[in-house]
């Protein structure tokens, strides 16, 4: 292999690693934002 190809083939890695963690946060935050939300709604019919 050359010392170009190894490079590159690095580089793809580190992006999927990047793309696959920030994925991976973006989920987290999607599923800590759900239940406020829940919440809001449950207190909302309490009240009402």
Not at 16 to 25: E, N
Not at 35 to 48: G, I, K
Request: glycine share 4%; proline share 6%; aromatic share 0%.
């Amino acid at each position: 292999m050359e010392p170009a190809t190894i490079v590159a083939d690095a580089g793809c890695k580190v992006i999927d690693g990047a793309l696959a963690l920030l994925a991976a946060v973006v989920d987290d935050e999607d599923d800590e934002s759900e239940p406020p939300l829940h919440a809001d709604n449950s207190s909302d019919s309490e009240v009402a």
